[in-house]
């Protein structure tokens, strides 16, 4: 099956500060990506959808300076947390599909765990 | 917004017992996908089902989808402990509603 890659799995920055969150598809181009946050034992919420040339389009609540989203290549999206607070601690997933696949089934990376202390 | 609840939230059986979570739409769905998602682990994609009514098999998972589109429910039949984690229901075909999720414990 196609394979996502996350960069980094695991990071801990300080209040104030920006982090990248990397995610690649490895052999498949991806136009589209999705970036969702997952809190301890609750269900994925879905952040903003990745667009591979264009703005990133964001769901309702989700402040769009604070998380930056860049799609520059087919196989490369990034988040970017700017100015973290503790609050913002949380598994950032990222997801992508084949075009190729009939069902749209979503191939997810390992995910992100951001702590901000 | 469109909501997409599960019961039960947790279950915890012996192995062999039998498994059922159901999932509930607030709005009629065009399709639902199932995933589940290992402690620890991302989420890994099941099945899709789009016809109203559609019964699926997956060796000892059974995946419905009501005839309004709004509910559908995973069945696992004599449970093993690899079986452990959280399944999700999703609606939508890329852009996805997650249901709330059932984690599943599984004991020897």
């Known amino acids: 099956g196609a394979v996502v890659s996350q960069h980094p799995s695991r990071v801990i920055c300080k209040s104030g500060t920006s982090v990248k969150i990397e995610c690649r598809s490895l052999?498949?181009?991806?136009?589209?990506m999705f970036w969702y946050r997952q809190f301890p034992k609750k269900s994925l919420m879905l952040m903003a959808t990745?667009?591979?040339?264009?703005?990133?389009?964001?769901e309702q609540g989700v402040e769009k300076d604070k998380f930056l989203i860049n799609h520059a290549s087919l196989t490369l999206s990034t988040l970017t947390v700017t100015s973290a607070h503790p609050e913002d601690s949380s598994f950032y997933i990222c997801?992508?599909?084949?075009?190729?696949?009939?069902?749209?089934?979503?191939?997810f990376g390992p995910g992100t765990r951001l702590t901000v202390t | 917004g469109q909501q997409v609840m599960q019961i039960p939230q947790y279950q915890h059986v012996q192995e062999g017992e039998d498994f059922t979570t159901y999932c509930n739409s607030s709005?009629?769905?065009?399709?639902i996908q199932w995933y589940k998602q290992r402690p620890g682990g991302h989420p890994v994609f099941l099945i899709q089902?789009?016809?109203?009514?559609e019964v699926k098999k997956q060796k000892r998972l059974t995946f419905q989808f009501g005839e309004a589109k709004k509910n559908s429910s995973l069945h696992i039949t004599a449970t093993q402990t690899t079986d452990v984690g959280t399944y999700f229901c999703a609606g939508g075909f890329q852009k996805l509603v997650f249901g709330t999720g059932t984690r599943l414990l599984v004991s020897p």
């Open positions: 709005t009629t769905l065009s399709n």
């Open positions: 052999d498949f181009q991806a136009t589209t």
């Open positions: 990745s667009n591979e040339g264009s703005k990133a389009t964001y």
């Open positions: 089902l789009v016809k109203s009514g």
């Open positions: 997801s992508a599909s084949p075009e190729y696949t009939p069902s749209y089934e979503q191939y």
